[in-house]
């Protein structure tokens, strides 16, 4: 009897030990999210934006949850870019908290620190050996059949982010087609480089081409030096405004004249974002320049786009634009052009 309870422990023992060092090994293979329902589920933490977090499951599909959702996190094998609701930058591994509804940051030799999971507004992962590329791509094409003109748009955008650095890439097309030919109506494509300070201030080098028809302007090559803050961070809202110094190099449309300028901008940029259903984005661009050697030139280049998602990744989009020019390119060019861009976008990262 007593060789049979003694086998029985040492099986219960062995059973226990396996279970223990299973548990192990899975905390340390994966990032785990504890929700508040008392769930518990290990994979791959992506990112948090926005208010919600993506998350890869073990032998599950993608995941995005709403942060309030969640109890804790531990993340321990990576490196994670945190910005925060109160504009701190915070590189860190994430560790479990006791505390329902936050994260301990830190390490163990400077400490730990408990930031509340709401008061992150972005976290994505990073380290010496990769990096975060994100972008989006929307394109719409309208048609009429009496006037035998179609016209087609196109918008994109790409992102690649450092510790302490963003590189951004935007381009913007409108294409007007009738009968066998083809017009390029309105087009832009913005190259920026910008260095982190803080999390609240950053300076830019920006490199932009330019062209629209309608303000008799053929093409406009544009380099700047631009500094600014982000004034405003949180998990529905973004803002930040700029401001630096421009020079350009101008060609009519109509003719072969040329123009070098210089200008001071500022540059406005406001997004909001809402998770309820339906789940919309709003943003607007409003930038003004100003000609430092053009008494009394003014330009303004505005945008609201709002996103509707209908499915994952993919959203509807619509844009309304306009640009304007004090004193444009041409005499028989107009000061203003305006429209509205109807797409299908698709987000990846």
Known sequence: MANKLTHIFKVLLVCLCLLFSG???????????Y??????????????????????????????????K????????KIYRIETTNHKNLFSTIKQSDQ?????????????????LRDI??????????????GNISSGYSYSKNSNIGRFNLDGSLRYLLKKAEFSTAVSSIITQQNASFSRDNESVNLTSSYFFSALWKG????????????????RYQEGIIAGINFLSGIHTRADIMTGLTINQEKSSTDDSQLHTAEWPVL???????????????????????SLSQKGRVRHDGEIKIDWKIIKDFTVNLKLYDNYDSQANSIKASNLDYGIVFGLGYKFD
């Open 23 to 33: 548990e192990l090994i899975a905390q340390t293979k994966w990032d785990t999210l």
């Open 35 to 68: 929700f508040k329902n008392g769930q518990i589920v290990f994979g791959n933490l992506k990112k948090i934006d926005l208010g919600y977090l993506t998350f890869d499951g073990e032998d599950l599909s993608l995941m995005t949850i709403k942060i309030s």
């Open 70 to 77: 969640i109890k804790t996190i531990a993340a321990s094998k």
């Open 100 to 116: 329902s509804g936050y994260v301990n940051v830190g390490d163990d030799k400077k400490g730990w620190n408990l930031i509340y």
């Open 121 to 134: 507004s972005s976290l994505s992962y990073f380290n010496s050996e990769k990096n975060i590329w994100e």
């Open 204 to 219: 830019t080098f920006l490199l932009n081409y330019q062209r629209n028809l309608e303000l008799g302007l053929a093409r």
């Open 268 to 290: 406005f940029s406001f997004h909001f974002f809402k998770f309820s259903h339906p789940e919309l984005s709003i943003g607007t661009t409003q930038n003004i320049y100003t």
